[in-house]
């Protein structure tokens, strides 16, 4: 889930009674799950792998004060140690993803493997207050007023960047590479759509797949748009290329492990095609800013606490139906105002 990065992180103290926990849950796999300070994503899992004389750790956990903490706790649980960490691989850089992962190849000197459409996290190139801004001029062009907008930037500047370095990849996570474990090699699927740079890693064997955000137990969608022409074809299209991998078991990136594949890649399917369906009924409704139709797709849903998080899947379903021809941009009103959409060619 990129409610995450999109959600403005909203730090209360209080809430944070989670801690990390580890369980195994197949020989040779342990789920560590670590608490996260979003409000609604409490946690997301890191995958251990039993591998020779230590383990692959697939995803880290963001980074945040005590975040490492959380971690060992969860590697202890399992009986296991960070110093075990033989590699680090990341299922996409979003920051629960892969937010530890400059941290513990610091402590551990494990390589780190990641997909190499990485930018999007644009940790390394901006400063926050330049991701900041940057995110302030797309709200404004989405229509988004000052106000709101003021207050999510002052939260953004109290949360810090949840990474805990720059994030470099020692070998590209690519469709050939593979991840050597004692469950056998785990082969690399490349899923964009939630992430340009997300995939999934698939055991044939055993029909295993770690699912990252691609595939939740919940259905939850999201969008990590702006840096690739169609984020929701890309989505769909990877959603076709897992479903013909028929994996009998998902290791997701939050949540339980679960089963049924075929049933969740088509409830995925089904809320995409309902969320198009909404937005060509807004766009009948008449033109609007994508703030405008995110209320009128996501109704009472739509609140501040939420509004980064559905702007941005607003604005994936209308750049997907602009390429149906189905919506298009009608300009905005005044020179320099917020981009105005329509229906239609
Ligand atoms: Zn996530
Ligand atoms: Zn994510």
New binding site residues.
């Given amino acids: 889930?990129?409610?995450?990065?999109s959600v403005p992180p909203v730090r209360k103290p209080t809430r944070k009674r989670e801690v990390g926990r580890g369980e195994r849950v197949l020989p040779g796999v342990w789920r560590l799950r670590l608490p996260l300070p979003w409000p609604g994503v409490p946690h997301c899992n890191a995958w251990a792998l039993a591998a020779g004389d230590g383990i692959v750790l697939v995803d880290t956990g963001m980074h945040e004060p005590g975040s490492m903490a959380h971690l060992e706790r969860a590697l202890d649980q399992a009986g296991l140690r960070l110093e075990h960490v033989r590699l680090v691989v990341c299922?996409?850089a979003?920051v629960?993803?892969c937010g530890q992962a400059p941290a513990i190849r610091e402590r551990t000197g494990a390589p780190v493997w990641l997909h190499p459409a990485h930018g999007h996290l644009h940790a390394n190139d901006e400063t926050p207050e330049e991701t900041i801004a940057r995110r302030v001029e797309v709200a404004r062009q989405s229509g988004v007023p000052e106000e709101p907008l003021r207050r999510w930037a002052e939260q953004r500047r109290a949360g810090g960047t949840g990474m805990s370095g720059e994030l470099t990849s020692d070998r590209d996570l690519v469709p050939g590479a593979t991840v050597t474990t004692d469950l056998g090699e785990w082969q690399v699927v490349e899923t964009p759509g939630?992430?340009p740079s997300?995939v999934c890693l698939h055991q044939p064997e055993r029909r295993l797949l770690i699912s990252?955000?691609h595939l939740l137990g919940r259905v939850s969608l999201?969008f990590?748009e702006g840096h690739t022409p169609d984020p929701v074809g890309e989505f769909l299209e990877s959603l076709d290329r897992v479903d013909a991998l028929d994996a009998r078991l998902a290791l997701a990136?939050h949540g339980r492990p679960f089963t049924d594949l075929a049933g969740h890649i088509s409830a995925n399917r089904s809320l995409v095609s309902i969320r198009l369906d909404g937005v060509r009924a807004a766009l009948a409704a008449g033109e609007g800013t994508p703030f405008e139709l995110a209320q009128r797709v996501y109704g009472e849903a739509f609140s501040e606490l939420t509004a980064s998080w559905l702007l941005a899947k607003t604005r994936s379903w209308l750049t997907h139906l602009e390429r149906r021809g189905e919506a298009r941009r009608t300009g905005p009103a005044d020179p320099g105002g917020a981009d105005v959409w329509g229906a239609g060619r």
């Fill in positions: 889930m990129r409610r995450h990065v299922t996409h979003h629960d993803h939630h992430a997300h990252g955000d999201y990590d990136g």
